[in-house]
């Protein structure tokens, strides 16, 4: 099975995961957090973090959000994971790097994180703040690279923030660098259904486009 949800930050928002474990899920079963997993953040917590995602008892693979330290994300060897380049944080934690495609259970799903801190102003760079948060050319080179193989065609996307058109005119937040590379992305690639995060609440925008936040959606086979 294939779960989908958004932000968990840490162990801030880690609760709702909890169902998870109800269901009795095993290492074959898929999570995918749209961003802000929060599981990289500080040396002094990782631990203590990554035993809470361990303990869920799936194989977690998360796009970075904006509030991710990218420097210990990076520490992390990269390996081949689902015809996807990811860093393995731990035996079945993944990060997956932006523009990458990965196949689970036999549907691709575009990933791209990334976003921008609206409160950056306000954070420490390297402590709190890492400037690797924004989606560069180079991601969307490297996402472009890869639908180029599959014909610009893929089942899913998944991504942190969203396309400018849908941040401006469902959510009304200001569109910004990471938005309009979405708005891009969205203008070449072909797909069932777009699940993002960031925006920290749960709320199906059109037939093709859903922000999530506690909410967990489960891909099943006919979907
Ligand atoms: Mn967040």
Sequence with gaps: MIYITGDTHGDIDYKKLLVLKDKNVSFDDYLIICGDAGICWSIDCLEYRLSLYRDIGCTIIFVDGNHENFEMINEFPLVEYKGAVMH????????????????????????????VSIDKMYRIPHISWWKEEEITFHDIDNALNNLEKVNNKVDYVITHCCDTITVTNSFYFRRDICTDQLNFVDKVVEYKHWYFGHYHFDRKISEKKTCLYNEIVCISENM
């Design 88 to 115: 393995q944080i731990d035996e079945h934690i993944f990060h997956v790097m932006r523009g990458e495609i990965m196949t689970l259970e036999n549907k691709t799903f575009l990933c791209i994180g990334g976003a």
